[in-house]
């Protein structure tokens, strides 16, 4: 599976966000095969990211409209939100939405994106402000934060709590979407696997009718000579 996180403006946390998830993914999804960047894949059991960062070049479009499922980072702000939907909502029909930063007065949360724009509530991600984490991030340890924090009880309380389980929400449904869209291929390549089988067998039919409408011909011609 081919997943792309990508963002309208810059500033938007793409990054952090990717770095966020692919570390608790790889903590609490282990059977999953995670990957970094690469070539977009053809389906062989592995989930690839890309970092596609914000705006818009070749090589960028051409992962967003071929990968399974775009997590786009918004800002929680009207005018970033209104923008991308009337632009850019086009870039994928799989789409995770993450709100990050520290919500403002006014601020786009979940509801707001449910209400004005008829999201399903299971695919915005609201990723808390945490000035743990935010701390980290700072001295390039975001990563060795969130994996201490996985491993203690006392880091799923406060404001690191509500950050994990966020990022685990997300990550599980990441999880669950690679695994449909990992099936959804087993499916497609067995249906055409079976459509060859069936067009080789009546090439096959195809070919012993031909050659015994021959050799009845053959032997008509001989009769009547």
Not at 65 to 89: G, P, T, Y
Not at 179 to 185: F, G, I, N, T, W
Request: net charge positive.
């Amino acid at each position: 599976m081919n997943i792309a996180f990508w963002s309208e403006e810059h500033q938007s946390g793409t990054t952090t966000h990717l770095r966020a998830i692919t570390e608790v993914m790889s903590v609490l999804c282990p059977k999953q095969k995670l990957m970094s960047g690469g070539t977009l894949s053809g389906g062989d059991g592995e989930i690839h990211f890309f970092d596609c960062g914000s705006g818009f070049s070749a090589r960028k479009r051409h992962v967003l409209w071929h990968a399974d499922l775009v997590v786009v980072s918004l800002r929680r702000e009207r005018r970033c939100v209104e923008q991308f939907f009337m632009q850019d909502f086009h870039i994928s029909d799989r789409l995770i939405y993450l709100l990050g930063g520290y919500p403002q007065k006014e601020a786009v949360d979940r509801r707001y994106l449910e209400r004005v724009y008829r999201v399903d509530p299971e695919y915005i991600g609201e990723i808390p402000f945490c000035n743990g984490f935010y701390d980290a991030l700072q001295k390039g340890a975001g990563e060795a934060y969130l994996r201490r924090e996985l491993a203690s009880a006392a880091g799923w309380s406060g404001q690191s709590g509500a950050l994990l389980q966020e990022l685990r929400r997300i990550a599980l449904l990441i999880e669950r979407l690679a695994d449909e869209a990992e099936r959804d291929r087993q499916r497609l390549r067995q249906q055409e696997e079976r459509l060859k089988a069936r067009k080789a067998a009546k090439t096959a039919r195809r070919g012993t009718y031909g050659g015994r409408g021959t050799a009845s011909g053959a032997v008509g011609t001989g009769k009547t000579g």
